[in-house]
Nanobody
Framework: QLQASGGGLVQAGGSLRLSCAASGRSFSSYAVGWFRQAPGKEREFVANIAWSGGSTYYSDSVKGRFTISRDNAKNTVYLQMNSLKPEDTAIYYC???????????????WGQGTLVTVSS
């Protein structure tokens, strides 16, 4: 199971760090991705990281502002979000799969989501 946490309300320009903690099994050999879904919109890719942490990918909308990282000893993946904008407001989900995919449907394991609200 994956548990996403760290969401909240923040002003534009602020920062948040999301965590995705795995339990019940080790995800150290899995790639992990972050996705988000704003009201009335499709779920979209945000960032992902290979099992080793050696490869990361970001959507153009967050590149340079967000940083994904992982601590396999803690079975946890992080998403550091800086310079937040109102358009970053969404429910953020973490997901895991053996492949480093950019498409949500390719991920097998999903967390329950954490809400990020950025006020202007």
């Amino acid at each position: 199971q994956l548990q996403a946490s760290g969401g909240g309300l923040v002003q534009a320009g602020g920062s948040l760090r999301l965590s995705c903690a795995a339990s019940g099994r080790s995800f150290s050999s899995y790639a992990v991705g972050w996705f988000r879904q704003a009201p009335g919109k499709e779920r979209e890719f945000v960032a992902n990281i290979a099992w080793s942490g050696g490869s990361t990918y970001y959507s153009d909308s967050v590149k340079g502002r967000f940083t994904i990282s992982r601590d396999n000893a803690k079975n946890t993946v992080y998403l550091q979000m800086n310079s937040l904008k109102p358009e970053d407001t969404a429910i953020y989900y973490c997901a895991a799969d053996q492949s480093l995919a950019l498409i949500a449907r390719e991920y097998v394991y999903w967390g329950q989501g954490t809400l990020v609200t950025v006020s202007s």
